[in-house]
């Protein structure tokens, strides 16, 4: 099945600086690749996701980029605020079975420092 | 739209005690819907996949005889902890796919199990 691997597991970044989460996937199939954040104590929020038809994806402050040939993805956030501060979690869908589940990378937790 | 609600939102219970947990689609159909665990400072890890009508898809090392899966309808799932033990304590979250809308997955808030 699909294996998602992320990095850095923590990063710190001063207000106003760029962070960038780097994700590879291992199943060639998967075509959607979600972003979520998380708060602590909170349920997952869809912040931007990718399918393999595009190479990048902007949404205001954050973009994700996709290179299927290397199989990784990464997403960007500039211009960094305090409410940016959370976990971030990368995931890819597993096409392999008939109900797409998606499966997670094991996380970022990501502080921006006022 | 596309709200996702879950009950309870914690619970604490004995060792040895069952515990069910429902996830509802609150305006939405959802054909699927998953269950995750999620342990302190870790990752979702995907337990089943549940589907209307049918029996539900367990991930490996998951066992379903512990971990009872019920999608009784469209906008309700429940997932029932059996014979709950303290290693079973963790963040529980479901999450469900609009029948029909694409690929988005809309979270529940989560339920927090303790188990004494």
């Known amino acids: 099945g699909e294996n998602v691997e992320q990095h850095p597991s923590t990063l710190s970044v001063q207000e106003g600086d760029s962070a960038v989460i780097k994700c590879t996937y291992s199943?060639?199939?998967?075509?959607?690749f979600p972003w979520y954040k998380q708060e602590l104590g909170k349920r997952p929020q869809l912040i931007i996701d990718?399918?393999?038809?595009?190479g990048e994806k902007k949404d205001q402050r954050i973009a994700v980029t996709l290179n299927k040939t290397a199989k990784h993805f990464s997403l960007h956030i500039t211009e960094t605020q305090p409410e940016d501060s959370a976990v971030y979690f990368c995931?890819?869908?597993?096409?392999?079975?008939?109900?797409?589940?998606?499966?997670f990378g094991p996380g970022t937790s990501l502080s921006v420092i006022p | 739209g596309a709200v996702v609600s879950q009950h309870p939102s914690r619970v604490i219970c004995k060792s040895g005690t069952s515990v069910k947990i429902e996830c509802r689609s609150l305006?939405?159909?959802?054909?699927?819907m998953f269950w995750y665990r999620q342990f302190p400072k870790q990752s979702l890890m995907l337990m089943a996949t549940?589907?209307?009508?049918?029996?539900?898809?367990?991930e490996q090392g998951v066992e379903k005889d512990k971990f009872l899966i019920n999608h009784a309808s469209l906008t309700l799932s429940t997932l029932t902890v059996t014979s709950a033990h303290p290693e079973d304590s963790s963040f529980y979250i479901c999450?469900?796919?609009?029948?029909?809308?694409?690929?988005?997955?809309?979270f529940g808030p989560g339920t927090r199990l303790l188990v004494l």
């Open positions: 990718i399918r393999s038809n595009v």
């Open positions: 305006d939405f159909q959802a054909t699927t």
């Open positions: 549940s589907n209307e009508g049918s029996k539900a898809t367990y």
């Open positions: 199943d060639s199939a998967s075509n959607y």
């Open positions: 999450s469900a796919r609009v029948a029909g809308g694409g690929e988005t997955q809309y």
């Open positions: 995931a890819a869908m597993d096409e392999k079975t008939s109900y797409d589940k998606v499966i």
